[in-house]
């Protein structure tokens, strides 16, 4: 472990340990947060009661398919409008301005028009994620240079293998940062929108906890989920460095 | 008229090309209108009132006394929050530029902190500053603060260096330092901070108000959620969603400019 990695998991313990010290002297009063040390040994009786993996089990579900629709449609997307510059040009105003629209505005919306069911959280982590994706795409596709293309030109090569050969190995790094963004943007979605107005999922489980003063539950869920959204962001955030370190970027 | 094809300077089809580009973005306008109004035909009243039919009751909304108390209170939360995030990141942001080492240890932690659906602590901020707008300006100012942190600790990191040699060699103070070269130098960065920092804010401040929340735009949908009242649900969020653009569009173009200029 080098000395960068200590001195950082010292401040996260020491964060913790702040914290442990705040809640168990009662200077944070118990009515507004639980010990961290109470909060593990929550979440661990709830795992073990199976009720986290149901709320999982949904979460993780729609998550995925926000995602995988998003990272598809995005990337079909990214490409199509970078082929043609007129449209790209006139896109990109609205393209950088997408996520001043608070888009969670439109949730209820959905509700409204699909009912309440997993339909209208995926959209909204789709909607989320999809033009992360799309301004990622084309930001690889930018990169390549000129005389890639030229080389390609000069071996007689068509535009598939072109495309296959030379565009995409170069974009990977950055179709991956937009992968990784479409992952947390579409975690984000889902579970705020479980948290507004949902039938189930961890979201949901948080929010009705909240309703009910369950604090206990509510402490444990909220732990459970930033240490598994944390672990998976950053292992793609790992996985990201490792990409572009390759290419020497 | 034999001198018009000699003076079709490079400055008219500079201009030609502008009119272009306007163009085509009032045809991507006009599609969205469009594709709103094919859905309003599939799906019917009951479910997405047409676009001339919002536009209308958005204008309803704008010119009733009931309407400005909620907009003006998530303005007032949207503006709190927007400092708070400001004057916590460029500090924090500032520190931790200078700073080599902290800079190395904070930054994994504030990409970490970045991707986190933080709408999972609101009930957190709920427990701790109660049912008002402290909650939903705390809120945003959460959702704020990490980018313009992030951008302005770039910004200090990758400073020219030669700057501050220069401001050593001619003695200026730390004060003067800070207001003549430091703030100059980074304010390109700290800009582009505000601007991802004002969508996130505004996205924070929103769920707050569509979660236990009684006033404010947010509230407003919900509540018309509540009364099956589709027109009205969707000239808030319209009202809203060309506010965020026009604020977010707006900033672009001072970034823009400050980014060539240096």
């Known amino acids: ?249 | 008229m034999a001198g018009t094809q000699a003076t079709y300077s490079r400055k008219d089809h500079e201009r030609a090309e502008r009119l272009r580009y306007l163009g085509d973005i009032a045809l991507v306008i006009l599609g969205i209108v469009v594709v709103w109004q094919i859905l309003h035909m599939l799906a019917g009243d009951v479910a997405i009132s047409s676009p001339l039919a919002t536009a209308i009751r958005a204008g309803e909304l704008l010119g009733s006394a009931n309407f400005w108390p909620h907009a003006g209170e998530t303005a007032k939360a949207l503006v709190y929050a927007l400092v708070i995030a400001l004057l916590i990141g460029i500090g924090v942001g500032t520190w931790l530029g200078a700073h080599k080492l902290s800079g190395a240890v904070a930054e994994p932690i504030l990409v970490a902190l970045y991707s986190l659906p933080k709408i999972t602590l609101y009930p957190l901020i709920l427990l701790i500053f109660g049912l008002g707008i402290e909650a939903k300006i705390a809120f945003g100012a959460i959702h704020g603060v990490i980018p313009v942190t992030i951008f302005t600790m770039n910004a200090v990191k990758n400073i020219n260096r030669v700057f501050l040699r220069s401001a050593r060699v001619m003695k200026l103070t730390t004060m003067q330092t800070v207001t003549r070269i430091l703030l100059p130098a980074t304010l390109p960065e700290i800009v582009s901070g505000l601007r991802v920092g004002f969508s996130l804010t505004l996205l924070g401040v929103v769920i707050g108000e569509l979660f236990s929340s009684h006033r404010g735009m947010g509230f407003l949908v919900m509540r018309a959620i509540g009364l099956h009242d589709v027109s009205t649900m969707m000239a808030v969020t319209l009202i809203l969603a060309v506010a965020a653009v026009a604020i977010s569009s707006i900033l672009l173009y001072i970034d823009n400019r400050l980014h060539r200029r240096t």
């Not at chain 1, 990109?92 to 959905?110: H, M, S």
Request: aromatic share 12%; with cysteine; proline share 5%.
């Open chain 1, 1 to 249: 472990m080098n000395r960068l990695t200590l001195i950082r998991t010292v401040v996260i313990v020491a964060f913790f340990g702040l914290l442990e010290i705040l809640c168990r002297t009662g200077i944070i009063s118990p009515f507004t947060m639980i010990p961290p040390s109470e909060m593990a040994v929550e979440l661990w009786l709830l795992i073990a009661s199976g009720e986290v993996a149901r709320g999982m089990r949904q979460t993780l579900g729609n998550v995925a398919v926000a995602c995988f629709f998003a990272i598809t449609v995005g990337f079909a997307v990214g490409a199509g409008v970078h082929a043609v510059p007129r449209l790209r040009r006139a896109l990109d105003p609205f393209l950088t301005t997408y996520y001043a629209v608070p888009f969670f505005v439109f949730y209820p919306l959905l509700v409204f028009i699909f009912g309440m069911n997993n339909f209208p959280m995926i959209m909204i982590g789709f909607l989320f994620a999809v033009v992360a994706m799309i301004i990622n795409t084309l930001n690889g596709l930018d990169k390549i240079p000129r005389v890639y293309r030229k080389v390609a030109r000069m071996h007689h090569m068509g535009r598939t293998k072109t495309a296959l050969l030379i565009e995409l190995p170069y974009a990977i790094p950055n179709l991956f940062t937009g992968v990784k963004l479409a992952v947390a943007y579409s975690f984000i979605g889902v579970i705020a929108a479980e948290f507004i107005l949902a039938p189930g999922g961890l979201g949901y489980a948080i929010s009705f906890a909240y309703d009910n003063f369950d604090n206990n539950t509510m402490y444990a869920l909220m732990l459970f989920i930033l240490v598994l959204v944390t672990i998976i962001n950053m292992s793609l955030h790992a996985y990201e460095r490792r990409l572009l370190r390759r290419q020497g970027r």
